[in-house]
């Protein structure tokens, strides 16, 4: 099944293969100590255009 992510430079929706997504996992801590945790996945389309999609927690186990 593949992701659809939003190119930017093209400005349409493209789909990747699920072989070619990274998760990653971006940690940022709050003013108050605590730390936020936000996952997403990365892809390179065709055209060099690096895609990036924030999601659940769940589709980020899936990629790894």
Do not use: H, W
Request: aromatic share 10%.
């Amino acid at each position: 099944m593949q992701v659809e992510f939003y190119n930017v430079k093209k400005k349409s929706k493209v789909k990747i293969d699920p072989g070619d997504i990274a998760p990653v996992k971006y940690e940022k801590e709050a003013k108050d100590g605590s730390i936020r945790i936000r996952y997403a996945l990365k892809a390179v389309d065709s055209d060099g255009t690096n895609l990036t999609k924030f999601c659940s927690q769940a589709d980020y186990n899936k990629y790894l």
